[in-house]
T-cell receptor
Framework: QKEVEQNSGPLSVPEGAIASLNCTYS??????FFWYRQYSGKSPELIMS????GDKEDGRFTAQLNKASQYVSLLIRDSQPSDSATYLCAVVTGANSKLTFGKGITLSVRP | EAQVTQNPRYLITVTGKKLTVTCSQN?????MSWYRQDPGLGLRQIYYSMNVEVTDKGDVPEGYKVSRKEKRNFPLILESPSPNQTSLYFCASRQSYSNQPQHFGDGTRLSIL
């Protein structure tokens, strides 16, 4: 079983819609979860971190964590063309606290 | 400005010619790591370092070496590069606490002919 899995995508939504990105992880002991955004050819940029069950909101972004289901998601409200990028889910796993990434999902926001 | 700096940003070289990609951070972070990113494979960790003189293998260490003689620097060494090491490389750092996010450099695109 892959350690961090994301829907393969790509995901396309119209401008103004809600984009929902999902991620599951296998290490039940994981405590730290991150969402990174990566534009083509650029480095990953942290957009959200979440550590406790429930929702965490920051502007148009909401991260949701459910440790019992080993599931973390990212909602982007009022999607803009500038949100078009690859979104990477990352989970701290294992005894050495390694940051393990999902393969990412590419989001395209249509004007 | 807090940052992770990698050099070079782009490099085209030939098989077998030793090269070093430098990484430096100015945030006094204990933890540093190297990743490679390939289409369809995502970001994979090559090596990491918990602190000065402490390094360990990640998921794909074959063909690479690292050193951590100073806290701020974590160079990646390819002693005898091969074409399968053509990739986009990222250096990252974070504070020692595992719940802190990693900050990434701008990346180095390596092409090995």
């Amino acid at each position: 079983q892959k350690e961090v899995e994301q829907n393969s995508g790509p995901l396309s939504v119209p401008e103004g819609a809600i984009a929902s990105l999902n991620c599951t992880y296998s290490d039940r002991g994981s405590q730290s979860f991150f969402w990174y955004r990566q534009y083509s050819g650029k480095s990953p940029e942290l957009i959200m971190s979440i550590y406790s069950n429930g929702d965490k909101e920051d502007g148009r972004f909401t991260a949701q964590l459910n440790k019992a289901s080993q599931y973390v998601s990212l909602l982007i409200r009022d999607s803009q063309p500038s949100d078009s990028a690859t979104y990477l889910c990352a989970v701290v796993t294992g005894a050495n606290s390694k940051l393990t990434f999902g393969k990412g999902i590419t989001l395209s926001v249509r004007p | 400005e807090a940052q992770v700096t990698q050099n070079p940003r782009y490099l085209i070289t030939v098989t077998g010619k030793k090269l070093t990609v430098t990484c430096s951070q100015n945030m006094n972070h204990e933890y540093m790591s190297w990743y490679r990113q390939d289409p369809g494979l995502g970001l994979r960790q090559i090596y990491y370092s918990m602190n000065v003189e402490v390094t360990d293998k990640g998921d794909v260490p074959e063909g690479y070496k690292v050193s951590r003689k100073e806290k701020r620097n974590f160079p990646l060494i390819l002693e005898s590069p091969s074409p399968n090491q053509t990739s986009l490389y990222f250096c990252a750092s974070r504070q020692s606490y595992s719940n802190q996010p990693q900050h990434f450099g701008d990346g180095t695109r390596l092409s090995i002919l």
